[in-house]
């Protein structure tokens, strides 16, 4: 009898300690990426910040002329 209620104890204890390590990892920011939210309507930072970079880097090559660099900003920034 006392084997089951030490049985008992100990994977009640564990089920807290995954729950509170659960609620640190969610706000502390580490989630998985099913969890994350994702707007469809407007480009995340990180994919905004990373399409600005290579906007920069063809106006930098010579692909794309002022006028086409400041229209294309001027789209991603609306």
Do not use: C, H, W
Request: net charge negative.
């Amino acid at each position: 009898m006392m084997f089951f209620g030490l049985i008992f104890l100990v994977f009640g204890g564990l089920i807290v300690l995954v729950l509170v390590i659960g609620v640190i990892a969610y706000f502390s920011g580490r989630r998985p990426d099913f969890l994350k939210q994702r707007s469809n309507d407007a480009p995340s930072t990180k994919v905004e910040d990373s399409l600005l970079d290579i906007l920069q880097e063809r106006y930098a090559r010579g692909e794309i002329d002022e006028e086409e660099y400041q229209k294309l900003i001027r789209n991603l920034k609306s």
